[in-house]
């Protein structure tokens, strides 16, 4: 039975003193898992949520943190399962849920940023954590992963990121991509959702229109402090005209940056809270479509 976005919402909110009790009777923590990213040098950790509905097989959604990482601000150095973001769990949950199988990718503790990054601080960030050059192979390590694994539909994977890494999941599924050799859904990710990217992305595709090899949808705060939706929509816009690609883009009015988080301090934003319900939604509506046999 799938499990409202509104209601996990209403849990996080109502019992955040709770949570790790009630989360520790009701859903097990995830899988610490390692694997290599695709740069060909970096060992990853990762945390493996396996849906909790029976399969023979299901399919596999690649998760990617933003720019504070994986983790909790309240980790206190602790960094593992118990100490994921709020948001990464209950997407983790979700998906779980939903009958997938969820990967939460660790770009930066295993290299050396466990903390991750504070707003506004993206010019002082090193090139080890690029989302446009780095972060996608992390991605394609993730997704050769999730190959690996007998319960996995190894041609349904699809990519989830938030912010930088949502940028990081648009650069994945671009054709381009040098790591897939000849991309497409069957080969790559089946389809990739990114909340609030940066659609700047370095200027890479300002000289020919951005062009995804699968469908693509984009969730954007037009009350975004951070990341600005207007540059999303034109990075979309140009693709559809420029290319036919398959991308989407859903904005929500006075919603902010991180609206999806289900702490207090963003669901007490009634934009928020009403883009959150709206989103996870759709988010699970775009893949079950595009991941789903039967939908094929």
């Known amino acids: 039975m799938r499990v409202s976005a509104?209601?996990?919402?209403?849990?996080?909110?109502?019992?955040?003193a709770c949570l790790p009790a009630l989360r520790a009777q009701t859903n097990p923590l995830p899988e610490r898992v390692a694997f290599?990213?695709?740069?060909?040098?970096?060992?990853?950790?990762?945390y493996l949520y396996r849906p909790l509905r029976a399969h023979h097989?299901?399919?596999?959604?690649?998760?990617?943190?933003?720019?504070?990482?994986?983790?909790?601000?309240?980790a206190n150095g602790v960094y593992d399962a118990s100490t994921l973001s709020q948001r990464h769990k209950a997407w983790g949950e979700l998906l779980s849920e939903d009958g997938y199988f969820a990967l939460m990718v660790d770009s930066f503790g295993p290299r050396g940023y466990p903390h991750g990054f504070g707003a506004h601080t993206y010019r002082d960030r090193p090139e080890e954590l690029d989302e446009v050059t780095i972060r996608p192979l992390d991605a394609y390590g993730a997704l050769a992963y999730l190959r690996t694994l007998p319960a996995v539909e190894a041609d349904r994977i699809g990519l989830l990121g938030w912010s930088n890494g949502g940028s990081a999941a648009l650069v994945a599924v671009s054709s381009d991509t040098p790591s897939v050799a000849l991309p497409s859904p069957s080969a790559g990710f089946r389809a990739a959702v990114a909340f609030y990217p940066g659609c700047g992305l370095k200027g890479r595709f300002k000289e020919a229109a951005y062009r995804p090899y699968a469908p693509v949808h984009i969730y954007h705060g037009l009350a975004d402090e951070e990341t600005s939706p207007k540059r999303c929509a034109q990075l979309a816009e140009?693709?559809?005209?420029?290319?036919?690609?398959?991308?989407?883009?859903?904005?929500?009015p006075g919603a902010t940056h991180g609206f999806d988080d289900p702490g207090e301090k963003r669901q007490s934003v009634e934009a928020n809270a009403a883009a959150t319900e709206q989103a996870m939604q759709a988010a699970l509506r775009f893949f079950a479509k595009h991941l789903r046999a039967a939908d094929r």
């Open 6 to 16: 509104s209601a996990i919402t209403a849990v996080l909110i109502v019992c955040a």
């Open 36 to 46: 290599q990213s695709a740069d060909g040098r970096t060992e990853l950790i990762g």
């Open 57 to 74: 097989k299901a399919p596999a959604i690649v998760m990617m943190h933003g720019r504070r990482g994986a983790y909790s601000l309240r």
């Open 238 to 252: 140009r693709s559809r005209a420029g290319t036919g690609s398959d991308i989407g883009i859903t904005l929500y």
